[in-house]
């Protein structure tokens, strides 16, 4: 028995011998009119799509994590920029808080003078801690070599070894950060 097939073209129909030399409409015609067949090339489209979907969703992921991490670099550095500027800022006015400590020191003969660069000079410093400078303490503590600069060294019986004896000139820290070492005398056994 001939099994007879339509021409996809809708030209009469064509005959197995026909339908065997042409292997393109026999592949075809076998998947549309094989249920099977059809429902297998439906699920393999649906899993082409999730697979692409899945990898459409993670680069989309991926991208959003490397802008999320680019903003919060962004915003680290804008920080510390500023953080930088301002101890910038601080450390051109030091020697200003150096001068008026020396011209604290000096005797003078007006007290009312003397009292007006007292209160000038509070008000700096307590606008410079404002901002984040803090003193670092140095009277009768242990030589530090992150915190302190050892100017001069002094033989001291009284002491124990690598006390901070005197204090030349005051160190700093702002917001935690070293600004400026303290220049100061450190005791050694003779």
């Given at each position: 028995?001939?099994?007879e097939?339509k021409?996809?073209?809708?030209?009469?129909?064509?005959?197995?011998?026909?339908?065997?030399?042409d292997?393109?409409?026999?592949?075809?015609?076998?998947?549309?009119?094989?249920?099977a067949g059809?429902?297998?090339?439906?699920v393999?489209?649906?899993?082409?799509?999730?697979?692409?979907?899945?990898e459409?969703?993670?680069r989309?992921?991926?991208?959003?994590a490397?802008?999320e991490?680019?903003?919060k670099?962004v915003?680290?550095?804008k920080?510390?920029l500023?953080?930088?500027?301002?101890?910038?800022?601080?450390?051109a006015?030091?020697p200003i808080?150096?001068?008026?400590?020396?011209?604290?020191k000096?005797?003078?003969?007006?007290?009312?003078?003397?009292?007006g660069?007292e209160?000038?000079?509070?008000?700096?410093?307590?606008?410079?801690?404002?901002?984040?400078?803090e003193?670092?303490?140095?009277?009768?503590?242990?030589?530090?070599?992150?915190?302190?600069?050892?100017?001069?060294r002094e033989?001291?019986?009284?002491?124990?070894?690598?006390?901070?004896?005197?204090?030349?000139?005051?160190?700093?820290?702002?917001?935690?950060?070293?600004?400026?070492?303290?220049?100061v005398?450190?005791?050694?056994?003779?």
């Amino acid at each position: 028995m001939q099994e007879e097939v339509k021409n996809p073209s809708g030209e009469g129909n064509v005959g197995v011998e026909e339908r065997a030399a042409d292997p393109v409409s026999r592949d075809d015609s076998v998947e549309l009119t094989d249920p099977a067949g059809q429902l297998a090339a439906a699920v393999a489209g649906l899993e082409r799509l999730q697979a692409e979907n899945a990898e459409m969703q993670d680069r989309l992921l991926r991208r959003q994590a490397e802008f999320e991490n680019f903003r919060k670099r962004v915003e680290r550095e804008k920080v510390e920029l500023l953080e930088y500027a301002g101890m910038e800022a601080a450390r051109a006015i030091l020697p200003i808080v150096d001068d008026f400590e020396r011209a604290l020191k000096a005797e003078s003969a007006d007290k009312e003078y003397a009292r007006g660069m007292e209160m000038i000079h509070q008000h700096l410093i307590e606008a410079l801690k404002k901002l984040g400078l803090e003193d670092i303490e140095c009277e009768g503590r242990k030589f530090d070599p992150n915190l302190h600069h050892a100017v001069t060294r002094e033989s001291s019986e009284s002491a124990e070894e690598d006390m901070i004896l005197e204090v030349y000139q005051k160190g700093y820290n702002f917001k935690g950060r070293l600004l400026r070492p303290a220049m100061v005398k450190v005791s050694v056994r003779s």
